[in-house]
């Protein structure tokens, strides 16, 4: 029976630079989608999926992050007095959505890096991560379908999606072999290759089940794509000494951390919410596109 995943690491130290000025002062995981921030949507996943206690890698300029999950005792005084009970309950539910620690990343050396910052809050325990760039509208959180799959092989996931054409390169890139619908066993893997040599379509997106022994694989690794100590690397040092596997999971995949697929996914949410649909709906067909 393999080791339950209790905890999950959040990198969230990163400039941002995609979405300057904006970022310049306010953490890109703390933009919002529509009324909350995309790193709370993150953890509402990890929380869905059976997560228990979370770390937040964070950096300079960073602390609304942990402002947002904290307890705010003058804004809920002050919407208790003012009878907005339901604005109340969201509020404190924010605060209450999963045991959150945090812990500074003091240079911005890539999300290999970001990761070796959780070793000693992970243990010898095996562990998710989950990049809140990357948010999943999915009807089965995307990282409850990836632990299905590590609780079937005892063996890292990666959360991967197929890209097509030039747009590979800007990811690492999977060599696999299809097991079964959507599940993958991992040959190799390359960090943001140029698509001539990108050996498939399937790229490694921001959901990661680990184990512990990746921590001194991290350590191991020098600087690669961008001077930075990247995962990918990491990963497929420890491919060498252990199986893993991949899931193309169910759902619409989100790049968050991109100012279009930001304006995308700001549309589709706001079309799922009732309260705003139906107006918006209307406003949209007035748009001479």
């Not at 208790?80 to 812990?103: D, F, P, W």
């Not at 970001?114 to 990357?134: N, T």
């Amino acid at each position: 029976m393999p080791q339950k995943i209790r905890k999950a690491v959040f990198p969230a130290a990163g400039l941002g630079t995609r979405f300057l000025p904006a970022t310049k002062a306010s953490p890109k995981e703390m933009l919002p989608l529509v009324d909350k921030p995309l790193i709370q949507y993150v953890v509402e996943e990890a929380v869905a999926s059976g997560i228990e206690a979370i770390l937040i890698v964070t950096g300079r300029d960073k602390s609304a992050i942990e402002d947002h999950f904290d307890i705010s005792f003058e804004l809920e005084h002050l919407l208790r007095e003012r009878g907005k009970t339901e604005l109340l309950k969201q509020v404190r539910a924010v605060s209450e959505l999963a045991r959150i620690n945090y812990v500074r990343q003091r240079e911005a050396l890539g999300l290999g890096h970001a990761i070796l910052q959780g070793r000693d809050f992970v243990g010898d325990e095996p562990f998710a991560v989950l990049l809140a760039d990357d948010i999943v509208d999915a009807e089965i959180p995307a990282l409850k379908q990836m632990l299905r799959v590590y609780e079937r092989f005892d063996a890292p996931v990666i959360g991967t999606m197929r890209v097509a054409g030039e747009a590979i390169s800007r990811f690492g890139v999977l060599d696999a072999e299809e097991i079964d619908e959507g599940v993958f066993r991992v040959r190799d893997m390359v960090e943001k290759p140029p698509f001539a040599e990108a050996p498939s379509d399937l790229a490694i997106i921001g959901r990661y089940i680990l184990t512990p022994d990746i921590f001194p694989e991290i350590e191991r690794t020098p600087r690669g794509a961008g001077g930075e100590i990247q995962i990918t690397d990491a990963m497929r040092a420890l491919l060498k000494q252990r199986p893993f596997y991949a899931v193309r999971f169910d759902g619409t995949r989100h790049d968050a951390g991109d100012k279009l697929g930001f304006l995308i996914a700001t549309v589709e949410y706001a079309l799922k919410r009732p309260d705003l649909a139906p107006k918006f709906i209307e406003y949209l067909r007035t748009l001479k596109i």
